[in-house]
């Protein structure tokens, strides 16, 4: 059965930092692209970071270049985002996904994914 547990989000001040985790259970990280979208109150989902299956590439939204970063650890089977500088407009619920990659590159088209994590929630207030 294949499962994606999400967690690591909560309540942060703007400029702290959170890092996400997402537990891939029933296939392997070898199998699949994993890709972290998020939805924030009264937003369309949207993609915010990355990484391919065969190659290993990243990628990242304009809005989380520099201050976001994936990560897998095949081991564990863990996939990670770890997000810095977290601004008001980053509060959303995350979620990971695993998906599909298109030569070689991950893509940030829900369509593309085939199993979803439950989503964690992200909060950044003073």
């Known amino acids: 059965q294949v499962q994606l547990v999400n967690s690591g989000g909560g309540l942060v001040q703007p400029g702290g930092s959170l890092r996400l985790s997402c537990a891939v259970s029933?296939?392997?990280?070898?199998?699949?692209?994993i890709g972290w979208f998020r939805q924030g109150p009264g937003k369309e989902r949207e993609g915010v970071s990355c990484i391919s299956v065969s190659a290993g590439r990243t990628a990242y939204t304009d809005s989380a270049k520099g201050r976001f970063t994936i990560s897998r650890d095949n081991a564990k089977n863990t996939v990670y985002l770890q997000m810095n500088s977290l601004k008001p407009e980053d509060t959303a619920v995350y979620y990971c996904?695993?998906?599909?990659?298109?030569?070689?590159?991950?893509?940030?088209?829900?369509?593309?994914?085939?199993?979803w994590g439950q989503g964690t929630q992200v909060t950044v207030s003073s």
């Open positions: 996904a695993a998906g599909q990659e298109y030569r070689g590159y991950c893509l940030f088209d829900g369509r593309w994914y085939d199993y």
């Open positions: 029933g296939f392997t990280l070898d199998n699949y692209s």
